[in-house]
């Protein structure tokens, strides 16, 4: 169906198309599925469309660019004004050296990642995946898993990393951390 929000911050209002799966579970009814999108002609003029699959395929587009071993191929992956928080260098890396310079050291590795989890949100001319991925380091064959976050824009007519930013699971550290007692969404 299509339902209109009322912003309570401004008045403003804003029309959807949604979707509702329900079951009963437990005695009483609940969502099992919600979809939400905004209507087609409320996408503002100028925006450049994406999907949810095309924002995660955009992670295989970087993965690539580390399979080529170059931190030139790797750093055109990045816009303009980007920032890099990476896994393996205390220095954020916040210009186009820098962020090409920090794939020297790492390419050595000869890294290839796979998303073990991924949480996609998109909005104007941005998108953004964040979760869980592993990378095989092919120089050893040692595995490393991390959290990340990519923001990815719009610019210069292609999708570009802005922000990406990297860390080892604190497990690895601190030890099995205990889980949450809601039921995560994968489940």
């Known amino acids: 169906g299509i339902y209109e929000f009322t912003m309570g911050v401004d008045g403003s209002k804003v029309k959807g198309r949604y979707t509702f799966v329900y079951v009963f579970e437990d005695g009483q009814w609940k969502i099992s599925q919600h979809h939400s999108s905004v209507m087609p002609e409320g996408i503002p003029k100028g925006a450049e469309p994406i999907t949810e699959d095309q924002v995660k395929n955009l992670f295989y587009l970087w993965n690539d660019a580390l399979a080529t071993l170059d931190p030139k191929a790797v750093a055109n992956r990045y816009a303009n004004n980007a920032v890099l928080l990476p896994t393996v260098s205390d220095v954020p890396r916040t210009d186009p050296d820098l962020i090409e310079d920090y794939f020297v050291g790492f390419l ?80």
């Open 108 to 187: 050595q590795k000869k890294p290839q990642g796979e998303i073990l989890e991924s949480n996609v949100m998109i909005g104007h001319n941005w998108a953004q995946d964040a979760g869980i991925y592993e990378f095989t380091m092919g120089a050893d064959g040692s595995k490393v898993k991390g959290r990340y976050s990519f923001v990815y824009v719009f610019e210069d007519g292609e999708w570009k990393i802005a922000h990406h930013h990297s860390s080892v699971m604190p497990e690895a550290f601190l030890g099995e951390a205990p889980k949450p007692k809601v039921k995560a969404a994968s489940e």
